[in-house]
């Protein structure tokens, strides 16, 4: 079991990670939203802490918290190359204000971040849920974060494909 779940943990870490880096590089190309983009980044590293706390707890006892990740790591390796690639163009040629929250708020609706935010609003299985779901309170829901933000600042938000995963 522990052979099967480590990949998983990891693969949800890079996610975050991922993601951060994303949303740094947001902070970085849009002076008007550098605090916007900046918090989420932090948010985002806190996750990624805090996945990377579970597996140490997981490596120790074969405890992780139920609900916190997506048992179809193809879902999450194709998320995680999906944000390497944006990485990637935006570093070439930056997105508009625009598209940079429209992919943003698509990335929350994603398999590891949906999973991430079903786990916070879950009800706690055990102590060690409670602690996480706790640590998580002030910055869960980015979606929501990020919907407000581009209606306050005029940008609508694109239909896209909920991944469900």
């Given at each position: 079991?522990?052979?099967?779940?480590l990949?998983l943990?990891?693969?949800?870490?890079?996610?975050e990670?991922?993601?951060?880096?994303?949303?740094l590089?947001?902070?970085m190309?849009?002076?008007?939203?550098?605090?916007?983009w900046?918090?989420?980044?932090?948010?985002?590293?806190?996750?990624?802490?805090l996945?990377?706390?579970?597996?140490?707890?997981y490596?120790?006892t074969?405890f992780?918290p139920?609900g916190?990740i997506?048992?179809?790591?193809?879902?999450l390796?194709e998320?995680?190359?999906?944000?390497?690639?944006l990485?990637?163009?935006?570093?070439i040629?930056?997105?508009?204000r625009?598209?940079?929250?429209?992919?943003a708020?698509?990335?929350?609706?994603?398999a590891?971040?949906?999973?991430?935010?079903?786990?916070i609003?879950s009800?706690?299985?055990?102590?060690?849920?409670?602690i996480f779901?706790d640590l998580?309170?002030d910055?869960?829901?980015?979606?929501?974060?990020?919907?407000s933000y581009?209606e306050?600042n005029g940008?609508?938000?694109?239909?896209i494909?909920?991944?469900?995963?």
């Amino acid at each position: 079991m522990k052979d099967d779940m480590l990949p998983l943990i990891e693969e949800l870490i890079r996610i975050e990670l991922n993601v951060a880096d994303l949303y740094l590089l947001f902070s970085m190309s849009f002076k008007e939203d550098k605090d916007f983009w900046w918090q989420l980044t932090m948010e985002e590293k806190n996750h990624a802490a805090l996945v990377l706390s579970a597996k140490e707890i997981y490596e120790e006892t074969g405890f992780f918290p139920q609900g916190l990740i997506p048992r179809r790591a193809d879902a999450l390796k194709e998320t995680n190359r999906s944000i390497r690639a944006l990485i990637d163009k935006y570093k070439i040629t930056s997105p508009s204000r625009e598209e940079a929250m429209n992919v943003a708020f698509k990335l929350e609706k994603s398999a590891g971040e949906i999973h991430y935010q079903k786990f916070i609003e879950s009800k706690a299985c055990s102590a060690v849920d409670k602690i996480f779901q706790d640590l998580s309170r002030d910055d869960r829901d980015h979606s929501m974060k990020i919907s407000s933000y581009m209606e306050r600042n005029g940008y609508p938000i694109l239909e896209i494909e909920a991944d469900n995963t």
